[in-house]
């Protein structure tokens, strides 16, 4: 039995289990998931605080991270157990869940990154 999402996109196949959405392979065998993405960044470090989208909701947001998404992942983690708060990794932004700027940009500048706090 297979399911399609919307108009063609295979979601999955009972003889390959879960599928890519993009590159429409098995999720064992992705191609595009697995390439590597090129970092950006100028070398700065930005921690600022989002609200929109978020029904008033304070999110700390880390942009600027030049390392890949392997590192992206770990330093995510020791922000989320250093603040004591969930978040997320999106698009190769840090989310952290409440206002931990100060905290986030003084664990960032122990390790040694050049950190800039942005917004008010």
């Known amino acids: 039995m297979k399911?399609?999402?919307?108009?063609?996109g295979l979601?999955?196949?009972t003889s390959h289990g879960s599928m890519c959405p993009r590159c429409g392979r098995p999720v064992a065998q992705c191609i595009c998931r697995a390439a590597p993405v090129s970092p950006k960044g100028d070398g700065v470090v930005r921690v600022g605080r989002e609200t929109?989208?978020?029904k008033g909701k304070a999110v700390t947001v880390v942009t600027g991270l030049a390392v890949g998404?392997?590192?992206?992942?770990a330093l995510a983690t020791r922000l989320k157990k250093r603040c004591g708060s969930g978040g997320t990794v999106k698009d190769g932004?840090?989310?952290i869940q409440g206002?931990?700027?100060d905290l986030v940009v003084a664990e960032l500048a122990a390790l040694g990154m050049n950190v800039k706090r942005v917004g008010g």
Do not use: M, Q, W
Not at 3 to 8: E, I, Q, S, T, V
Not at 69 to 73: F, V
């Open 3 to 8: 399911r399609r999402n919307g108009p063609g």
């Open 11 to 13: 979601v999955y196949s």
């Open 52 to 54: 929109k989208g978020r």
């Open 69 to 73: 998404a392997e590192e992206l992942a």
């Open 93 to 95: 932004v840090i989310e």
């Open 99 to 101: 206002d931990h700027r």
